[in-house]
Nanobody
Framework: QVQLVESGGGLVQGGGSLSLSCAASGRTSSNYAMAWFRQAPGKEREFVAIISRSGASTYSVDSVKGRFPISRDNAKNTVYLQMNSLKPEDTAVYYC?????????????????WGQGTQVTVSS
């Protein structure tokens, strides 16, 4: 098993940047593909991006492509989501998730492991 802890959320003005981190413990994170999801109030949890175990492959949804690069440092057991050009509609709780194999699943139930989430609020 792997335990995930997100950090880096906060309040930022529109157009600003935030960097989210997800620290893994237990089994090393390099055994897992890592993803970011987000959930806005009253909405379903939404897939944002995923990165392969080595970091060689990434995928993100169109709404964040080019703005939210995902990366990882396996030596630090940490995955990052650099959030640039933030918009008010990016406001949500952001969750880190893990699955054993790099496959692009938008469905949260395909990810066995989850962090507790970190709040990101973007003001207009």
């Amino acid at each position: 098993q792997v335990q995930l802890v997100e950090s880096g959320g906060g309040l930022v003005q529109g157009g600003g940047s935030l960097s989210l981190s997800c620290a893994a413990s237990g089994r090393t994170s390099s055994n897992y593909a890592m993803a970011w999801f987000r959930q806005a109030p009253g909405k379903e949890r939404e897939f944002v991006a995923i990165i392969s175990r080595s970091g060689a492959s990434t995928y993100s949804v169109d709404s964040v492509k080019g703005r939210f690069p995902i990366s990882r440092d396996n030596a630090k057991n940490t995955v990052y989501l650099q959030m640039n050009s933030l918009k008010p509609e990016d406001t949500a709780v952001y969750y880190c998730a893990a699955r054993p194999v790099f496959q692009i699943y938008y469905t949260p139930s395909e990810y066995p492991y989850w962090g507790q989430g970190t709040q990101v609020t973007v003001s207009s």
